[in-house]
């Protein structure tokens, strides 16, 4: 198969640190939503990494406290999708689709050219802690590919020169936030369809903007 092994083993919390009084209300919050708490896992893993930066042993053995599963079954979760990052990421992490709808239209290309401008490979951070840099499969975008993700927000019809001058806002601007709208703007090309309304919240870090985890902000903050 090629991929690499899955360690199914907790090691024992790197700190006991316990989660700031405002992350555990914001848990509460979440779990409020869910017949079954066990069922608020997913959403708690993002709030875990807003937390302590990345996935750690400590954050899903809290998880696993609030929701009353074992850390095993935490861990089983969280090592299944990629979005769980148990390094720490970059403040910027630019993910490049080269599934076949972006591969047909030059995604390669365009991860290429992300890679060469930001000095990152695939699964790297650069070692100021600013761009991380992967390539991922199919993000729901075929209809605009190649499409490119920074902290989860999405451009469409991207190219290498437009991916290239993406990486040097990034470095150059540093944005507080990151929104959708403005990126595809400046760096996007075709679009699968206009959305038609704006899309105001914006990430604030490496994790999706949902508004329950206080990782969004508003349009253009930095700017
Ligand atoms: S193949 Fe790239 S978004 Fe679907």
Redesign the pocket.
């Known amino acids: 198969m090629g991929s690499e092994p899955i360690t199914l083993t907790i090691r024992p919390a790197e700190s006991g640190k316990k989660w700031s009084d405002e992350s555990l209300e914001r848990a509460r919050r979440i779990m409020a939503r869910y017949p079954e708490k066990r069922s608020a896992v997913m959403p708690l893993l993002y709030l875990a990494m807003a937390e302590d930066g990345r996935l750690t042993n400590g954050g899903m053995e809290q998880v696993a406290e609030l929701v009353g599963i074992t850390p095993a079954q935490v861990l089983a979760v969280a090592s299944f999708y990629t979005m769980y990052k148990r390094e720490r990421t970059g403040k910027y992490l630019i993910s490049a689709?080269?599934?076949?709808?972006?591969?047909l239209t030059g995604?390669d290309d365009v991860f290429e050219a992300i890679e060469l401008e930001s000095g990152v490979p695939h699964g790297e951070t650069d070692e100021e802690g600013l761009i991380s840099v992967e390539h991922v499969e199919?993000?729901?975008?075929?209809g605009g590919?190649?499409?490119v993700q920074v902290n989860y927000e999405l451009i469409e019809g991207v190219t290498p020169v437009k991916a290239r001058e993406l990486v040097r806002w990034l470095q150059q601007e540093r944005p507080a936030t990151i929104n959708t709208d403005e990126m595809q703007r400046h760096f996007g090309g075709r679009r699968s369809f206009d959305w038609a309304v704006a899309e105001e919240a914006s990430a604030v870090g490496p994790y999706p903007a949902f508004q329950p985890f206080g990782t969004v902000g508003g349009v253009g903050e930095g700017e």
Do not use: L
Request: charged fraction near 0%; hydrophobic fraction near 40%.
């Open positions: 689709c080269t599934s076949i709808s972006c591969m995604g199919c993000i729901g975008a075929c590919a190649p499409a």
